[in-house]
């Protein structure tokens, strides 16, 4: 190992099979950007600004708000930058940090679900007692957790790719630092590194994944013992948005990092829904199915007008 020279950058050679699609790729991801930007931001305020929505729901949602314009943005720059025929160049520190905040944001986010989850099933199932359970030191707790939860995930992560040693090609294949992609790179054995990656991610997402599907299975019990029918389409209401939140998060995690031999163009189209198209969704679907935040939007507008 003496004679070898290791790396001290890579080059991210950006979405495989769309060479000649550059401009058409920054124009899109622009606008995705953006939008998820703006759409988060808008939500954002109106939690602040409305006291109607000053409950733990909401507190949560405000927090989600908050990691769906903090999430892409550690992607979504540099590929920006890139595809405008900057350097595609990213240095080994960047990379391992790109790989880190990727990692930490994404889990948080990945265990804050799981606690929007658990505030409906405590709202759903038991309605005179919310107030006393979701306590405010409680959600500070919940959210404190996620984020011990979500670094510890990302710096084991981030320890095991970079404690192999790089010292041979530097192009990685993907739009970004992440593991199925930098790990191939290294010249020393990666079998533990892909392992404890493989089995750290997966877990995690499935099981919280689980706690939220137990969340859930309480609520559709509950739900269903609901006797008039505009008691459950209300119940329901207000879990459809997290619903659909969840399987826009979950899904491509898993997809991902679950297969046996990874496909860097699925890889790829994965990674842009779960990174950059998702965040954006979620500002869509939470604006779009929830009154209470459209009513707190159109006030921010009348205000701003």
Not at 188 to 205: E, M, P, R, W, Y
Not at 240 to 254: D, F
Request: proline letters at 5%; one cysteine or more.
């Amino acid at each position: 190992m003496g004679n070898l020279t290791l790396l001290d950058e890579f080059i991210l050679l950006g979405i495989p099979q769309t060479q000649g699609l550059e401009t058409l790729l920054f124009v899109v991801f622009l606008f995705i950007y953006f939008f998820t930007l703006l759409g988060n931001s808008l939500i954002f305020t109106a939690i602040i600004s409305s006291s109607t929505l000053h409950t733990p729901m909401y507190f949560f949602l405000g927090l989600l708000s908050i990691f769906d314009m903090l999430f892409p943005s550690v992607t979504c720059p540099k590929m920006l930058l890139y595809l405008s025929g900057q350097s595609p160049a990213i240095s080994y520190k960047g990379c391992a940090a790109q790989l880190f905040f990727y990692h930490f944001l994404g889990s948080t986010e990945g265990c804050l679900y799981s606690v929007m989850a658990y505030d409906r099933y405590v709202a759903i199932c038991h309605p005179l007692r919310y107030m006393l359970i979701m306590k405010p030191g409680v959600c500070m707790s919940l959210v404190t957790v996620s984020w011990l939860i979500g670094c510890l995930q990302s710096g084991i992560l981030t320890f095991f790719t970079f404690q192999v040693t790089y010292c041979g090609p530097n192009q990685i294949h993907h739009f970004f630092c992440d593991i199925p992609a930098v790990l191939p790179l290294a010249c020393t054995d990666n079998t533990l590194a892909q392992k404890v990656g493989s089995i750290n991610v997966g877990f995690l997402a499935l099981m919280l994944l689980f706690s939220v599907c137990v969340s859930y299975v309480h609520i559709g019990v509950a739900i269903l013992r609901i006797r008039s029918a505009e008691g459950r389409q209300k119940a329901f209401s207000t879990c459809s948005a997290h619903h659909t939140a969840i399987l826009c998060a979950y899904g491509p995690v898993i997809i991902i990092y679950l297969q046996r031999t990874p496909n860097p163009l699925l890889g790829a189209v994965v990674q842009i829904l779960n990174n950059i198209v998702s965040p954006m969704l979620n500002s869509l679907i939470y604006s779009l199915r929830n009154k209470e935040v459209k009513r707190a939007l159109r006030r921010v507008f009348h205000s701003l007008a």
